[in-house]
């Protein structure tokens, strides 16, 4: 199965999640790991730091924007 497949089989696993505060996903199977391309395991590990904010709650992304603002 290719990237596209998995990643259309993951968000549609999101959109039939009820809760999505629960979702938790899944481990990535390491055969597919190892048929990616470079470029795909960069766009992976971008994307895993791009949505590491998504489920956050306003409160807890200004509490992280302080904290930030505090080290500069």
Known sequence: MGFLSQWKLYLDELESTSDVKTFRGKPLDPTLLERMSAEQIGQLYELMHA???V????E??????EGDNNKS
């Open 60 to 65: 807890e992304l200004a509490k992280q924007s």
């Open 51 to 53: 949505t590491k904010n």
């Open 55 to 58: 489920w956050k709650t306003p």
